[in-house]
């Protein structure tokens, strides 16, 4: 292992440990590896060190979370560095050995790159997503990795066909809607260029792509505000569709600290498109502190638009309407790997994996 990533690192350091920590070990990539239940020895042995993985993950963030460590105590910190970089050295070292034993199993090499992912070493994390798809380019999920990836560090159309890919795959999986919406509208310039689109076009693309993610998880709050939240960057502002966003995301609340923070929100909008008070009404039902200091700079908000024209709202989604520039273009070829049909059915040389892990004589 390297010596540690400067995330962790900067992780023990933060003034907030538990969220820092947790932004960097939980993040959420999307899908499981899948292990069918079977007493296929292979399949359990990876399963074994999956299971591990998990649980030096945890171990890792509740060292993080109880340690009293002074940020000057530089013994201290080299501790607990030396104790991080070992336990995590232990699930490296598994998965290495797991697949030197078995070179062709290629949800093995997507574990993998998804714990390289967990602790920020994205590149290596990308080498083993790629000899996974190579060994099985039929497994959606690693098509969605991969997107991830590109979306995140570049080669943004690659993102695009990756996740086209994955939901060509699995239609029924939302999180390759909100991961691919969430690209689109990030990226709203290349989508524009990519797709031939408006701008507005653009935002339709992304939000028709929230709105399967939605009918596939109706009950994800998350996902729902996601969704709501979109609306703040299209101008003018399609203030119906705004406020039914916020408003479905009302009735997925389960208790009242999260129907405040949607109330937030709904108080936002009306106050941005003059519906004063609604939005003081609103305003007055937020009583949780962790409001407060948003609920007082929405209020006073509301004392400054009162003497301001409402900015220009429209009701109603506009049409999507292509780019007038080349219409009839197709979108440029993207620069993505050999699609599966052009892929061998079988490999014998994986020359992307570590030396370690390639077969004999490669």
């Known amino acids: 292992m390297n010596d540690l990533t400067l995330s962790l690192l900067a992780a023990v350091l933060a003034t907030n440990q538990p969220q820092a ?3 960097l070990v939980q993040q959420s990539i999307g899908v499981s590896v899948p292990l069918a239940t079977t007493n296929d020895p292979v399949v359990q042995e990876l399963r074994a060190v999956m299971i591990d993985d998990d649980t030096a993950l945890d171990e890792v963030q509740a060292w993080m979370n109880t340690n009293q460590i002074a940020p000057g105590d530089t013994n201290g910190l080299a501790t607990l560095h030396a104790k991080v ?4 050295d232990e699930v490296r070292q598994q998965y290495q050995s797991f697949l030197h034993n078995h070179p062709d ?3 093995g090499f997507l574990a993998y790159g998804s714990f390289l992912h967990d602790i920020n070493e994205e590149d290596a994390a990308k080498a083993q997503y790629e000899n996974s798809r190579i060994l099985d380019p039929k497994n959606p999920a690693v098509w969605n990795q991969l997107a991830n990836y590109y979306g995140e560090f570049g080669g943004i159309t690659n993102a695009f066909a990756d996740y086209t890919e994955a939901i060509r795959l699995d239609p029924d999986e939302p999180v390759y809607y909100e991961n691919f919406a969430t690209t689109v509208y990030l990226y709203r310039k290349d989508a524009r260029d990519y797709y031939g689109l408006t701008e507005q076009g653009v935002f339709d693309k992304a939000l028709d792509l929230y ?5 596939l998880d109706p009950d994800n709050l998350v996902l729902a505000t996601d969704y709501a939240e979109c609306y703040y960057g299209i101008k003018p502002m399609r203030t119906n569709d705004a406020l039914t966003a ?4 009302l009735k997925l609340c389960k208790d009242e600290n999260e129907r405040q923070g949607v109330m937030v929100h709904l108080a936002r909008i009306k106050i941005a498109v003059g519906r004063f008070d609604q939005a003081q009404a609103d305003l007055n039902t937020i009583t949780n502190a962790a ?3 948003m609920r007082k700079r929405l209020e006073k908000s509301l004392v400054d638009h009162k003497d301001k024209p409402p900015e220009p709202a429209s009701a109603t989604t506009p049409p999507v309407t292509p780019a007038t520039a080349s219409p009839t273009a197709p979108p440029p070829a993207p620069a993505v790997p050999a699609p599966p049909e052009m892929l061998p059915a079988t490999v014998t040389n994986l020359e992307a994996a570590p030396p370690g892990l390639r077969p004999a004589g490669n």
């Open 105 to 107: 199993n290629a949800r």
């Open 291 to 293: 409001f407060e200091g």
């Open 21 to 23: 920590v947790s932004n």
């Open 85 to 88: 970089r070992d336990r995590l």
């Open 211 to 215: 709105r399967e993610a939605m009918k």
């Open 246 to 249: 916020w408003s479905d995301c």
